[in-house]
């Protein structure tokens, strides 16, 4: 095994499969610069090889595909105002965008803990396999951030107000509600996993994207609706608002279990993450492409790199870990249209640009 294959980012040829795999079992497969650099390379190196016909994402150790970005140097970098998020948020976007037009089928195992940046390595895959272990997630409200690497583009694509409710609740997906949330297609149990990575790396060259379909959904349950789906309907009543007060108010008046427990919730949310949020999922159902959603929260996530309330939001969660942030400000009501501005003007010739 080469010196790259034994670092953070595993990169080999399997059979006819270009797999990648994320190795920091640790730390969950957290992904830092380095790592999406890696990734891309690996991907030049497989897209260029016609020995290989399909690529497969898998995460080392046995507790997840990745629990997302690395946010302690995120931290550290926007502590000192630097410039590690205007970096990192580039390539990764970028990277993203790439993955969603890769011209060979490119298969996620999307396993165990799915989040944040790790979602943004998979969902956007043309083929997405969850697993009775998986625990998708976005839940970057809870550091004063939004859902990012394109995931205003995918969450606005839910069923109704799926999106919007796990956009900001910030609420775990498991296989088939990942399934009908359209972040995943397939769940197929995990114990017949590497019968599958088997099967996949030994497919023939010139191996279309419906074939790969047919070959995973041998192995697949079927299932498509899991527990969040069963209240699609109270879910869409809910949340079809496009102000954060009116959803508010529309929880309290319906009193129900889940509605106070949703509102205990998103009471623990940064109030300004949520109606930026709010913003940005309601204009990426508008969106014609994955790209524009992500020009749009690179624009919003400059912003919040400089903003108090995502090292409020770190420090809480990650840092200290006393779950006790202090927003700024502290209510949903005192979030100004001249606070929100920000987060959507242009930022001139440092805009994401695709090749």
């Known amino acids: ?22 190795n920091r079992p640790k730390a969950i497969n957290a992904v830092t610069l380095e790592m999406f650099r890696d990734i891309d390379k690996a991907l030049d190196r497989f897209e260029a090889d016609p020995a290989v016909a399909v690529i497969l994402l898998e995460g080392a150790g046995e507790r997840g595909l990745c629990a997302g970005g690395d946010i302690r140097t995120l931290w550290e970098s926007s502590k000192v105002y630097g410039d590690l998020g205007k970096i990192l948020w580039r390539e990764e976007y970028i990277l993203n965008a790439r993955i969603k037009k890769f011209p060979k089928p490119y298969v996620a195992f ?16 043309s083929h997405r396999v969850v697993t009775d272990r998986t625990k998708l997630a976005m839940p970057e409200v809870g ?3 939004f859902p990012d690497v394109g995931g205003t583009f995918l969450l606005s694509r839910s069923p109704g107000e799926i999106g919007t409710y796990f956009g900001l609740t910030g609420q775990t997906m498991n296989g088939p509600d990942a399934v009908h949330a359209k972040f995943a297609d ?7 996993w590497p019968e599958l990575r088997e ?4 497919v023939s060259q010139g191996t279309t994207a419906a074939d790969v379909s047919k070959l995973i959904n041998g192995f697949a349950t079927g299932d498509a609706a899991g527990p969040v789906a069963t209240k699609q309907a109270m879910i869409d009543a809910l949340f079809g608002h496009d102000r954060m007060e009116d959803i508010v108010a529309a929880l309290k008046r319906d009193g129900s279990e889940f509605a106070q427990a949703t509102l205990k919730t998103l009471s623990e949310k940064s109030p300004r993450g949520m109606v930026v949020t709010l913003k940005l999922l309601r204009l990426a159902r508008t969106a014609s492409s994955l790209e524009e959603c992500l020009v749009r929260e690179y624009r919003a996530a400059c912003e919040v790199f400089r903003s108090d309330d995502f090292r409020e939001g770190v420090r809480a969660a990650v840092i200290d870990k006393d ?6 400000p502290p209510r949903i009501e005192d979030v100004t249209p001249e606070m929100l501005a920000p987060y959507l003007a242009e930022i001139g010739a440092n805009e994401l640009k695709f090749s």
Do not use: C, Q, Y
């Open 1 to 22: 095994m080469s010196a790259m294959e034994e670092g953070d980012v595993v990169a080999r040829v399997e059979g006819s499969a270009g797999v990648i795999r994320l």
């Open 110 to 125: 999307m396993d165990g803990i799915v989040m944040g940046g790790g979602v943004g390595l998979s969902a956007h895959a």
């Open 143 to 145: 550091l004063g951030f």
């Open 186 to 192: 397939a769940v197929v149990p995990a114990a017949k």
């Open 199 to 202: 099967a996949l790396t030994k």
């Open 323 to 328: 779950r006790n942030p202090t927003w700024s």
